[in-house]
């Protein structure tokens, strides 16, 4: 069973490969705006085999630690306050930002009355999250989660015919769940069923089957387009979790970086972005150090923001969190300065 360090730290590779997806830019028109055909733009374009994979399997198996096991309606309040109400603030802000600073990317690009009925910008993963939480909830009251058999035949048509063949609207998320649903139930499936056991041959059977599919993707198509499905694409993305889970990663850095992941993958954009429109105003093109420089000012202003809006009062709500309980030093003082002022 994988450790929290292993799973952290899982999470801090995928944030670091979500910020650098941001800072190079999904197209010639994004962040640093370098051509198709430069290596930074094709590797970037591959990675979308691993990130948002990647973040669904982890989200599934941090869900099998703490699964559903009473009503679905307190689960659902929950889950909506720790994905859309940070959705709805700073999805909402960060469109707002987008619509009135220049040099941004699709500066304007946004129906506001479909606001977050189609999902502004990356924060459709939350909405899909959402989603998926929600139908994992029906399954596991229905029992269709409980057996590895069960389980397996659920696995199948979330893969092959939700994910592969159906195709779903980008309303409300519902192509992102879709998308990212085989993943998420992966990850509850590595956890539950202790996928991280198996034989010793199957890690080489899992690298050579990622990099035999990687070859024919190569040579059958372009770069993959990012949240495209394919049964080629998804076997890929399942080979590279699964033996990611297998390997047990744990880096300290890493992981204290992928503790942080929720506030870096809700605010990076907007300091990649401040990063590299404040070093272009200075006459600054160099590609190496936009990049730096987005990469250092995503990761570090997020975290930095995180730590203040959890200090602040409301600022919870952006987070999707409690608030913060008052530290018991704290309430024993105040309850003696009651005490005496009654005295």
């Not at 801090?12 to 941001?22: P, Q």
């Not at 809700?266 to 300091?271: D, K, N, R």
């Amino acid at each position: 069973m994988s450790s929290g360090l292993s799973i952290n730290t899982l999470r801090g590779l995928a944030c670091l490969l979500l910020v650098a997806y941001h800072v190079i830019g999904d197209s010639s028109a994004a962040g640093l705006r370098l051509p198709a055909e430069h290596p930074a733009s094709q590797l970037n374009n591959w990675l979308a085999l691993i990130r948002m994979p990647l973040f669904s399997f982890l989200s599934g198996m941090v869900y099998a630690r703490r699964p559903l096991k009473g009503d679905i309606a307190p689960f659902a309040k929950g889950k909506m306050r720790r994905l859309l109400l940070p959705m709805l603030i700073v999805g909402t802000g960060f469109a707002l930002l987008q619509n009135f600073v220049d040099g941004t990317n699709k500066e304007g690009d946004y129906n506001w009355w479909l606001l977050h009925t189609v999902p502004v910008a990356h924060y459709w993963f939350l909405e899909a999250l959402f989603l998926i939480f929600l139908v994992t909830a029906l399954m596991e009251r229905l029992e269709w989660l409980s057996t590895p058999k069960r389980f397996a035949a659920v696995w199948l048509v979330a893969a092959v015919v939700v994910h592969c063949w159906v195709p779903l609207p980008v309303y409300f998320g519902l192509n992102g769940a879709a998308y990212l649903f085989p993943f998420f139930l992966l990850g509850v499936a590595a956890h539950r069923f202790q996928l991280d056991r198996f034989a010793p041959w199957v890690m080489p059977g899992l690298l050579a089957g990622m990099v035999a599919l990687l070859v024919l993707l190569w040579a059958m198509t372009t770069p993959p387009v990012a949240n495209h499905p394919g049964l080629q694409r998804l076997l890929v993305s399942v080979c590279a979790c699964l033996l990611l889970l297998r390997l047990k990663p744990e880096v300290r850095w890493l992981a204290w970086l992928g503790a942080w992941s929720f506030g870096i993958y809700l605010f990076h954009p907007v300091f990649a972005a401040g990063a590299r429109m404040a070093l272009r105003s200075l006459n600054i093109h160099d590609v190496p150090t936009l990049f730096a420089a987005g990469m250092v000012a995503g990761l570090a202003g997020s975290i930095a923001l995180t730590a203040t809006l959890r200090r602040v009062p409301f600022g919870h709500w952006a987070l999707g969190e409690r608030p913060a309980r008052p530290e018991p030093s704290a309430v024993s003082q105040a309850a003696g300065t009651t005490h005496s002022s009654n005295a």
